[in-house]
DNA sequence: ACCGGCAGTTGACCTCGGTCAATTGAATGC
DNA sequence: GCATTCAATTGACCGAGGTCAACTGCCGGT
């Protein structure tokens, strides 16, 4: 690599990576010193994107990977009917575009949900870093695997869960991971529309606004718009698994 | 690395991936010479699986990735419940094991459907080459990214298709992954029962049996237990796409 | 401060696919 | 070769959640 790029003045790595709150959770866990500040090299650009703004849509080239450092997003797929599906929601420390790697352009979309900033990875230079600092690319690995592993909860939750078991899932998924960020662990404030919501739990609004007003008028949560308050986390981790009145087991047949 | 394990005896190399039908299909793709004589000698193991036999199950430690060489296996998660949801099914040239990589353990099931060989991959060997092959590294990510397209689709499958496109798109993936093993690409044999095809496609197994009834009736294909043969593959691929009466299109909100 | 539009809610109705039950038939064991 | 078993099919019924439509109330713009 360019030596440049690996001598940085405290200047530019308090900007970055190294001092990010978010360091944590991000890319660079386990990875520390000498090897953070090449990775932090690597982190060209932070940008900003409105909401209903694009990241990358599909077909677009594989340039970069990208942190949300703050704010929220989305990615998603549309097929030429225009069907959407949305795949995931993105909060802060969390890394977009994995997807892209197989065939070197993005095949979903990724749309801010809000006010966000973004750090830009560019692939090519992480590939540099990566080369001369193996422990990255196990991290990558590791990063990728925690995705599909987020992916195979959702698979569960479209194949074998009612749709009050959904939506609960759903939110205290999102109690998790924010608090993971150190929020208030019982006030949420959703960044995405109703829409959203149900279309990424493989329902109509309709049914997610008819099971809001269940849950407020049973107590668990309150709602008022964007704003969601759990009441009583202990009922709404009941409600994420089904209560099958009679046990039924799913088979295991060969 | 130890050199005794890159000098390899043309025998040893016979046996293992350069002379694999399958090694375009497996990881070394994108791998030549000297680079795939050291991968090849990280492949330790070569196993064969019963039908039904466990390749791993969810909590193993994780050791290695697994090569289908030749049959198939199902990976499936399963609650406490004991429900359970089967994430893929995975043929010939394909590679399991990748939802270890993030917590070191396995967090799901991988169940032979039939006499089957595997080519095992020790992780720990796999990182060593990797290192002194930077290609190894970025191909096994673009493998990886490739099951996470795949398992985006299938996603898409559950939470928008209706029952019969569901298995419409179910036929067509199966069908183009045994093309692309060069076999017969109109009839094929399902080493999955019933059972496993409505878990996987979140239906039950009434209606997968009732789609294919309807299907053989409608002259797109020809069914016999686990023999299937797609007579009319132009009005399977049809079935594929929801063709709405009134072309609803999904919103797409912020 | 009013208006327009769209996010969200609510209600009435209907449909697709699930449930339950009976039957068929292919494989395996004695 | 017959019995047992369980995979698979078929039919009758039902219900969770989708569809359609009407309404409410925020929010943003001028």
Redesign the pocket.
């Known amino acids: 690599m360019d030596s440049g790029a690996v001598i940085l003045d405290l200047n530019q790595l308090r900007r970055s990576c190294a001092s990010c709150a978010l360091h944590e959770l991000c890319l660079p866990a386990g990875i520390y010193g000498d090897d953070l500040r090449q990775l932090d090299a690597a982190i060209r650009d932070k940008r900003t994107l409105e909401r209903g703004a694009t990241l990358y849509r599909d077909g677009d080239a594989f340039r970069a990977l990208y942190v949300v450092r703050s704010g929220s997003l989305k990615t998603f797929l549309q097929n030429e009917a225009g069907d959407l599906q949305i795949l995931a929601f993105h909060l802060p420390g969390e890394i977009l575009g994995f997807d892209a790697l197989a065939s070197n352009q993005h095949v979903s979309q990724a749309e801010a949900l809000e006010h966000s900033s973004i750090c830009e990875l560019p692939y090519a230079r992480l590939m540099q870093v990566s080369n001369e600092v193996p422990a990255l690319h196990r991290q990558l690995m590791r990063v990728i695997s925690r995705e599909m592993v987020a992916e195979h909860r959702h698979l569960v939750m479209m194949g074998r869960q009612?749709?009050?078991e959904r939506l609960a899932i759903f939110l205290q998924n999102l109690v998790d991971r924010y608090a993971h960020l150190s929020r208030d662990d019982i006030s949420l404030t959703l960044s995405m529309?109703?829409?959203d919501i149900a279309n990424y739990l493989?329902?109509?609004?309709?049914?997610?606004?008819?099971l809001?007003?269940r849950m407020q008028e049973t107590g668990v949560l309150e709602?008022n718009?964007?704003s969601v308050r759990i009441l009583r986390p202990d009922l709404l981790a009941e409600l994420c698994s089904t209560q099958h009145p009679v046990p039924m087991k799913r088979h295991d047949?060969?």
């Open positions: 009612p749709a009050q529309s109703r829409y493989g329902l109509v609004v309709e049914t997610v606004s008819r809001f007003t709602v718009r964007k047949h060969d």
